[in-house]
Nanobody
Framework: QVQLVESGGGSVQSGGSLRLSCAASGNTVSKYSMAWFRQAPGKEREGVAAISKLGRPNYADSVKGRFTIYQDNAKNTLYLQMNSLQPEDTAMYFC??????????????WGQGTQVTVSS
């Protein structure tokens, strides 16, 4: 059973930074492709960043150049470094495992989410 637990969310002002963490059970991070998604109130869950089993990253256009996805296999943890945060980045952020790039419906495993709020 794959378990994913996110942390690191919070409230920041526009232009600030946060680092999200996703602690995974077993050897999930090295075994599966991983991704971060986000969902703002009243909107659909959208892909933010993904990383393949070989470590190749992929980003949504809206976060390219600002967000970085990376993993620590020894700690079995996935990270999302978020810089230059903007109010439109406000959302619940979810960690996901086992899917294909940023295609939401291909991911079978999800965490409970961590809230990120960016004020102007």
């Amino acid at each position: 059973q794959v378990q994913l637990v996110e942390s690191g969310g919070g409230s920041v002002q526009s232009g600030g930074s946060l680092r999200l963490s996703c602690a995974a059970s077993g050897n999930t991070v090295s075994k599966y492709s991983m991704a971060w998604f986000r969902q703002a109130p009243g909107k659909e869950r959208e892909g933010v960043a993904a990383i393949s089993k070989l470590g190749r990253p992929n980003y949504a256009d809206s976060v390219k150049g600002r967000f970085t996805i990376y993993q620590d296999n020894a700690k079995n943890t996935l990270y999302l470094q978020m810089n230059s945060l903007q109010p439109e980045d406000t959302a619940m952020y979810f960690c996901a495992a086992g899917g294909w790039w940023l295609v939401r419906d291909t991911f079978p495993y999800w965490g409970q989410g961590t809230q990120v709020t960016v004020s102007s």
